[in-house]
């Protein structure tokens, strides 16, 4: 008896886990077959079988409960009815009646069931309002503190690179006084000590004498070397060696302002004069002995020309014999064709050896054919005019391409010797023209000769002037330079001193989120933290009562809100010396009927313009809130229609309008969470 009612438990159990729980494999026990009755029965045993009753006869699926609406549809097909009788006073029970207590205790039990539910579903919904708020609200505070660190990490780095920047600054800038002290250092130095010399060796100016060598002081070294330089680069500039480039020319003028500024800190003013003196006389004595050397008859006779009386030139030279140019070309031309007859000979032999291989080869492959196409005497032929035809094709581009290389240097030397031609021509053309430009030299070299006939007297002359302008210069502000000498003696030390007073954060710039340069003491870095930087700063934001363990970034908020809550103080005194200069006893003369009527029209105005501000927004939030509300009913409508269905939490595979339980629970969390937010807004 007991095995039979395990067997029909274990059926039972089957049956409600196939059909009713819809129970198939999943994961990866997919492949898997479903389990037996059989299989059913080892777990139907001992104390299970009283739990696996009542599960098979209260546990049903979410498809079986959307057919049955209510738990008492639900137990009235499960359950059959029952009958129960009295015997005490030989009367039955009202059917009825016992069905509706039944039904009311049943009802009663799921009531507190829900309402425990309903209970533990608030908890949880309390708890995670709370968890999300803690949630954002630790966000909120992570987030801006992560904002602040990467703000201060950058302005601490701006900051960092603008030390460093400003660290190398001063470096160089050590640097270039190092220099000017010993510059200046030296130069006192070598007032004392000997001058240096150095010698020089310049070719003379006439082939006979060759190399000759002379002393220089360094100053005449330097000076020298500088106005070469100047020469050289006015020389550049006049002859458009610069061109359009801007850039390269301001590169040599900087480098020359350079050597002038290095050879006037090294040596004094006097130095400088004596040195530019003697580079002057120098160069006039150069200019005149070159100037001594020019011999136009001289030269003209060189080049074959006649210089007459009026100063004409006539060519003497001959021009070569045609019958000797006539020579010379056939001569070259023969040598010419010559050593082509003599390269075309050698190409024919190579051509003939050439041929006598292709015969050769030609004979190799006609024997291989004939013992390849024995018995085919057409296939032989058609290989033979098709090894004929390629052989013959191969041969023609050949030459082809031979052709071509030879066309295309016949071209280029045509090219080239019409190039030649036209060189040749314009050098005829310029030799043709040389008389037309001898006269027009004429006036020219006239002009010079006679310039040069009283060089010498003109540079003593001028040579004069300048020393005398010197001297004159030099004596009338002999007294000035002295005076200035006098009061830059201990300048430099005096200006050092003031540098390294200077507070370094007047010299700090950043560009920080901009194109321009501010001030790093401008920024919010160590606004308040350094009085004896700022006390001007220090001082106002004591008269404004800021506090001093606030940001830089809070002053101006400070200052707004004190600013506001003076404009209010001062609104009150207005309001208050209105009303007692309105009030007052001895004002008699005005009527307070019209103060009242003004007075109301002015509440009227301001009610009329708070109402043309205010109901906007009133109807905005109305909308807003109706909306919301309509959403509450329908979450509400949607809990109350999720609850009305029983065993909905004991299949979480089954899906309702596509979703699931977890689903739903996610779906309601969102709505609570937007209905909040809509709430604090």
């Known amino acids: 008896m007991a095995q039979n009612r395990d067997e029909d438990l274990a059926t039972r159990l ?5 059909n009713e729980m819809h129970y198939h494999s999943q994961g990866r026990h997919v492949n898997t077959k479903l389990p037996t009755s059989e299989d059913f029965k080892q777990i139907c045993r001992g104390q299970a079988v009283d739990i696996l009753k009542w599960i098979i006869t209260n546990v049903h699926s979410a498809q079986t409960v959307k057919k049955v609406k209510g738990n008492l549809a639900l137990k009235g097909e499960r359950i059959q009815p029952s009958y129960k009788v009295k015997y005490g006073q030989e009367e ?27 209970s533990h579903l608030d908890n949880d919904m309390a708890r995670l309002q709370k968890d999300i708020a803690e949630t954002e609200h630790e966000y909120q505070e992570q987030r801006s503190r992560i904002r602040d660190i990467q703000r ?55 082939g006979s004498d060759g190399i000759t060598s002379a002393l220089e002081s360094a100053c005449g070294k330097n000076v020298r070397e500088c106005c070469e330089a100047v020469g050289s680069f006015l020389n550049q500039v006049l002859q458009g060696s610069f061109g359009g480039n801007k850039a390269e020319m301001s ?3 900087n480098l020359l302002w350079s050597q002038v500024e290095l050879t006037s800190r090294e040596f004094s003013p006097q130095q400088i004069v004596l040195a530019l003196t003697s580079n002057t006389q120098e160069a006039s004595f150069v200019l ?11 030269d003209a006779q060189k080049l074959r020309f006649k210089y007459e009386k009026s100063g004409e030139l006539h060519d003497l030279s001959s021009s070569p014999s045609v019958v000797q140019s006539v020579h010379e070309l056939l001569s070259e031309r023969e040598a010419a064709h010559f050593y082509r007859f003599i390269e075309t000979e050698k190409f024919n032999n190579e051509a003939w050896k050439q041929e006598q291989k292709i015969q050769d080869v030609s004979g190799q492959i006609d024997k291989l054919l004939k013992k390849k196409f024995t018995q085919k005497a057409a296939d032989l032929k058609l290989a033979r005019a098709m090894l004929d035809t390629e052989a013959d094709l191969a041969g023609k581009r050949t030459i082809l391409h031979y052709l071509t290389e030879e066309g295309d240097r016949l071209r280029e030397l045509m090219a080239k010797n019409a190039h030649e031609q036209e060189i040749l021509y314009t050098k005829y053309q310029r030799i043709q023209d040389f008389k037309d430009l001898a006269d027009k030299k004429q006036d020219l070299i006239r002009v010079l ?28 502000h002999h007294s000035q330079t002295h005076r200035l000498t006098t009061g830059l003696k201990g300048r430099v030390s005096t200006e050092i001193e003031m540098f390294a007073s200077l507070n370094l954060p007047y010299l700090m710039f950043s560009s920080v989120d901009s194109s321009l340069k501010n001030a790093v003491i401008d920024l919010s870095i160590n606004h308040t933290r350094a009085p004896t930087v700022r006390p001007v700063f220090k001082k106002v934001l004591q008269c404004l ?7 830089a970034e809070q002053l101006l908020p400070w200052i707004l809100r004190t600013r506001s809550d003076n404009d209010i103080i001062l609104y009150r005194l207005d309001l208050e010396k209105s ?59 949607d809990v109350l229609a999720w609850w009305e269905q029983p065993a909905q939490s004991c299949a979480p595979w089954v899906t309702v309008d596509g979703h699931t339980l977890q689903h739903w629970i996610d779906k309601w969390t969102v709505l609570v969470t937007k209905l909040r937010q809509m709430l604090v807004k």
């Open 579 to 637: 009303a007692v200069q309105r009030f007052h006893p001895s004002d008699k003369e005005k009527d307070i009927a019209s103060t009242i009527a003004e007075l109301c029209e002015v509440v009227t105005e301001q009610d009329k313009k708070q109402m043309s501000e205010l109901l906007p927004v009133l109807q905005r939030k109305i909308n807003k809130t109706g909306k919301a509300l309509t959403d509450c009913i329908k979450v509400k409508d």
């Open 545 to 551: 009562n800021f506090p001093e363990f606030q940001a």
């Open 152 to 206: 201060k990490s950058a302005l601490i780095e701006t900051h960092s690179l603008k030390c460093r920047e400003t660290i190398q600054e001063y470096e160089e800038y050590a640097k270039r006084i190092n220099a000017k002290v010993e510059a200046i250092t030296s130069c006192v130095k070598k007032g004392s000590e000997a001058e240096t010399f150095y010698s020089r060796k310049k070719s003379a100016e006439d």
């Open 14 to 18: 089957h049956d409600w886990a196939i």
């Open 251 to 253: 590169q040599a003028k």
């Open 92 to 118: 039955k029970y009202n059917k009825e009646k016992s069905e509706l207590l039944e039904n009311r205790s049943e009802l009663s039990q799921e009531v507190n069931y829900v309402l425990r539910d309903i």
């Open 288 to 298: 005149r002995e070159k100037t001594s050397r020019i011999d136009i008859r001289a």
């Open 449 to 476: 000769v006679k310039q040069n006939t009283n060089a010498q007297s003109r540079l003593d002359t001028q040579k004069q002037e300048i020393v005398s302008y010197i001297d004159r210069c030099l004596s009338s």
